[in-house]
């Protein structure tokens, strides 16, 4: 499995992405890792049951393990015979049933050695469980032969949200195969869990193609992933010497390995990688070098929000177990890949667990990852309560805490159809009544918390008016003018004889029934109204003016290019010229593979390090809204004439010196020798 390191010389295009206004950023999750269990023996698939039991493949050995209450049972669920394990062969791929463990099957791909037709092949096997023991097993799939080529298996199997069973299947380490429509080999396939087609499979019925397939053009995966928001399936996959590649799957769709790659130029990366078929599809995300990435999770539960949406993998070369962020809402961009940790081996397997933690595999160990941020807690007082209608009530959620972090958004639902936003909020009610208001925090993890009250509002004094206005637009940008118009405001006994506004922003008042005003800069305003009577009784309404805030924007940054190459030792210096439209104060953030590195400046220093893929990432931020801009440095060995030539001048000279050494020495011991005996 694991792969030559060849990055020395081989050509180094890489990755870059444009100045892109961020989304939403990736959250920083609190992110612990732990062993869970160690000792174990090529836990290369894991599958979590609903009753809290963890089964997993022992790649070498051909036996299906159950851990259960914390503890690996003795005996295994089920040893598959004639399993093969050389090369990168053997049981590779585990998924139980979408209904286990009422419906009781394990199903289990698998490196086949038959000793009755002297073949070896890759097969699926559906196996019925009764407990913890495998009791008897079909063959639902049979790959054709394998040639003497141990790699490019493929083997990881999974149920997507269709109920379906997909594997992936390498090529076998023949590209012609993945553009071949007829064999399985260098395709996702896609089944019933009987191993038949699907009627909706993408050339299911047509006679030029296995009705397997789902997609195509693939040469080596060992990583599937299902996006629990849009169900996509993700795939990773194997390059040769160069452009690793994740793959976004879209059925039917071919993505481009074939005879004629190659990791020369042109045609660029990774377009060379990807030139056979029709209309090959471009990974979503590539490394010119090889990590060799393995396997892949989405989470989307509710108990780590931070992780939500991102894709987690791992690589058997590199052993880090990586972060890649995919951009909502389609998410079919990756915008950043985070190196979280780096494995004291490589990385088999990543899966999602029901507690929703990600578990991750080496050949010896099961290790848990999860977020141990903590939720915040939400609190708040309204005063009066009871109030009277038109009356103020001001919503007060200073009580309100998070543990480990900050509360980044107030959201309040006062029950009357109205929102708002503050931590302070005030609002009045036109009608009495009992009204449920709530309130959301959201702390800086996106955790969020609700907590709810009523309030109960009471009529005003007999004859007094009743003030009502609506405020348009609210989200309002700054300098734009917002109307507020209070006609329908009413007396019941009289007429209302004046208005009298207040905009929360300390300009001069108005006094008709419709006006405008215009708010200069952003932030959440409190509007009042006053009305009185012919009587001289009067009434309040209150609501919040939203005043958007608008993110910076980078014009210009150096240099232009996304994608650069720098020799070790040398430097260069990165910039950006940015504004804000609300003229905020901006602060930058420098970051080198994810990791923090540069201060509060719009240029940074980079000195080229360590041969490979660097990304250089500067964030502007505002407070609250940020912009970006990212680009790939690819540091390579020096291929100057002098430092090229060194290294085997050097060779050269060592080599012609032990020559000449070994000469001299003999040279000299021959007098030494005793002399031939005299003739007789
Ligand atoms: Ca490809
Ligand atoms: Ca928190
Ligand atoms: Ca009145
Ligand atoms: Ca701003």
Redesign the pocket.
């Known amino acids: 499995m694991r792969r030559a390191l060849s990055i020395g010389l081989a050509f180094l295009i890489a990755v870059g992405s444009l100045a892109i206004l961020l989304p939403t950023p990736p959250v920083a999750a609190r992110g612990q890792i732990a062993v869970y269990m160690g000792g174990l023996n090529w836990p290369i698939a894991l599958a979590f049951a609903s009753d809290g039991r963890i089964f997993y493949n022992e790649r070498n050995t051909g036996s299906i393990r159950i851990i259960q209450g914390g503890s690996l049972l003795p005996t295994p669920f089920i040893t598959l015979p004639n399993t093969d394990p050389s090369g990168e062969r053997g049981l590779l791929g585990l998924a139980l049933d979408p209904g286990f463990p009422s419906r009781p099957y394990v199903y289990a791909y698998q490196t086949f050695i038959n000793s009755t037709s002297s073949t070896t092949y890759n097969r699926i096997l559906r196996i019925l469980a009764s407990g913890n023991t495998g009791i008897s097993y079909s063959e639902i799939l049979r790959l054709p032969a394998l040639s003497g080529a141990t790699n490019h298996n493929g083997g990881v199997i999974a149920f997507g949200p269709d109920k379906m069973l997909y594997a992936v299947v390498g090529e076998n380490a023949n590209p012609a195969l993945s553009q071949d429509p007829m064999s399985p080999m260098g395709k996702v396939l896609r089944m019933n869990t009987d191993g038949s087609p699907p009627p909706d499979n993408p050339f299911y019925g047509n006679p030029s193609w296995n009705p397997l397939v789902y997609t195509y053009g693939h040469r080596n995966m060992f990583g599937l992933a299902f996006h629990p928001v849009t169900g996509r399936a993700y795939v990773t996959e194997n390059g040769p010497n160069c452009n690793d590649e994740v793959n976004l799957l879209t059925p039917g769709s071919n993505y481009g390995w074939g005879p004629a790659a190659t990791c020369a130029t042109p045609p660029p990366a990774p377009n060379n990688t990807n030139q056979d078929g029709p209309s090959p599809v471009l990974p979503i995300w590539w490394w010119a070098t090889t990590i060799c990435p393995t396997n892949a999770a989405i989470y989307g539960g509710p108990f780590f929000p931070a992780f939500r949406g991102d894709l987690f993998m791992g690589d058997c070369n590199t052993r880090t177990f990586h972060r890649l962020h995919l951009v909502p809402p389609n998410y079919d961009t990756v915008a950043t890949d985070t190196p979280i940790w780096v494995a004291p081996d490589i990385i088999l397997d990543v899966e999602v667990g029901p507690d929703g933690a990600i578990w991750i595999t080496t050949p010896s160990t099961l290790y848990r990852y999860w977020d141990s941020g903590r939720p915040p807690v939400a609190s708040f007082t309204a005063a009066p309560n009871p109030a009277i209608v038109g009356a103020t009530v001001t919503f007060d959620a200073s009580a309100s805490v998070d543990p480990d972090g900050q509360i980044t958004s107030y959201d309040w639902n006062f029950g009357d159809l109205t929102l708002g936003s503050g931590q302070v909020a005030p609002h009045s009610y036109t009608s009495a009544g009992t009204y449920n208001v709530s309130l959301t925090v959201t702390d800086n993890e996106s955790f969020t918390s609700t907590a709810y009250r009523d309030i109960v509002v009471q009529p005003g004094p007999p004859g007094a008016p009743v003030a009502r206005f609506v405020a348009s637009p609210s989200p309002v940008d700054p300098d734009l003018p917002v109307t507020f118009n209070a006609s329908m405001s009413y007396d019941s006994d009289g007429y209302i004889a004046s208005y009298a506004w207040d905009f929360g922003d300390l300009s001069p008042a108005g006094s008709a029934v419709t006006t405008t005003h215009t708010y200069l800069s ?1 932030g959440v305003y409190t509007a009042i109204l006053n009305v009185t009577d012919n009587q001289g009784l009067s009434s309040a309404a209150t609501h919040q003016v939203v005043v958007r ?4 924007t980078i014009f210009s940054s150096t240099p232009e290019l996304a994608s650069l190459t720098l020799n070790p030792g040398t430097t260069l210096t990165f910039g950006v010229s940015t504004s ?5 104060p901006q602060s930058y953030m420098w970051r080198i593979d994810g990791s923090v590195v540069g201060g509060n400046t719009n240029v940074f220093t980079f000195t080229a390090g360590a041969l490979g893929t660097h990304v250089v990432n500067v964030t502007v931020s ?1 407070g ?2 940020a912009a970006w801009r990212q680009w790939t440095v690819t540091v390579v060995a020096s291929t100057s004439l002098l430092s090229s030539v060194w290294p085997f001048t050097i060779l050269a000279v060592v080599v012609l010196g032990v020559i000449l050494l070994v000469w001299w020495t003999r040279r000299k011991r021959r007098p030494e020798q005793p002399p031939p005996p005299p003739p007789t």
């Open positions: 952003h805030n608008r993110a910076p804000d439209p609300d003229g905020d505002d609250s809204l």
